[in-house]
């Protein structure tokens, strides 16, 4: 598609602008817009070549991050493995410091930078390792499964780790009847009421997931004849009753994918909303959405400065023996998924 305010620029810069505009123009972005993104996309597209590195991207990241740089978008649990299939020397991970963590212990050999290196998480500043060792101190032979919303020091004290994606799966694949899931205790209530096992579970919470509540979720519902609602299982468990379907990320995708209906609410981060609307155009997505701090942390600035040239803080160091223990606990996860 020509466009008149392109007329001028650099022929590759036009091809990129046209190329994000295929994608952004569904979330309401102009031409002119997305020209002047291009320059800075290609830039990083040209350096990911010359360095020999991938841009995994979260599905909450912004949308000229997913559909500009990103190589690979995905839920927490399919960029870990990507992280450790990708024979690429370098990976930027945006997202946040927990799965940059994970790219690291699954990949050591590999440059791992997280381009905003004050991109935590609620969930992960929750718990410390020392309080995982006390909670196995007072649940004897209890198994520890260990979202991987934590930070490694955390994960090196876990049997298994988990992702919303494999939670449950990996909790009934244990034979034992008493389980410490950690940290997320919205997600523990949840997982409890669909399985026989005895949940121990911690008081983190997702300050994201934590903003819905259960009223505006009905309120949608009114507003909405025939709408669906699917809900990330970080959701209070009162917020969950009244949706149609829970999940991580990529169940909740795969729901607004695969059902017959035209409206959704998705009960969770903004990103996935524009996802969505970029991906499934005559879909409507309705309703409130919440933003992360953390993942909004990261964009095309501090991206190039850490492909051009990384600072300290943006390149991710594991203790070695930390991250061999915790690579334990998420080489289990990849078995028992
Ligand atoms: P997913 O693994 O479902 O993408 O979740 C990651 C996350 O941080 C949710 O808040
Ligand atoms: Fe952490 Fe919640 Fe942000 Fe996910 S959305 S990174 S769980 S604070």
Known sequence: MEHAALSHALPAVQEEAERLYGKLRHLGWTMQECQLYAPL?????????????????HSYQTPDIIYGISDFVGDSFELSKKASETNADTIVFCGVRFMAETAKILSPEKTVLLPAPDAGCSLSESITAQDVRDLKKKHPGAPVVMYVNTSA????????????????KIINHLPDEKIIFLPD?????????????KIIGWHGKCIVHDEF????????RKAYPG????????????????VDGMGGTSDMIRYVKTSDASTFMLVTECGLGDRMRAEFPKKQIVGTCSLCPYMKKNNLIN?????????????IDV???????????????????
């Open 153 to 168: 020091d955390v994960k090196a004290e876990a049997d298994v780790c988990c992702t919303s994606a494999n939670a449950l």
């Open 303 to 315: 991206v190039l400065s850490a492909l051009k040239n990384p600072s300290e803080d943006q390149v």
């Open 41 to 57: 996309t290609l830039e990083i597209n040209q350096l990911k070549k010359q360095r020999n590195a991938i841009v995994l991207g």
């Open 319 to 337: 203790d070695e023996t930390v991250r061999r223990k915790a690579k334990k606990a998420l080489d289990r996860m990849f078995e028992l998924s």
């Open 213 to 220: 509540d259960a009223e505006s979720v009905k309120a949608v």
């Open 227 to 242: 709408v669906k609602i699917v809900a990330h299982s970080e959701c209070r468990p009162e917020v969950i009753s009244e």
């Open 185 to 197: 205790q919205f997600m523990a209530q949840n997982l409890a009421k669909l399985t026989d096992k």
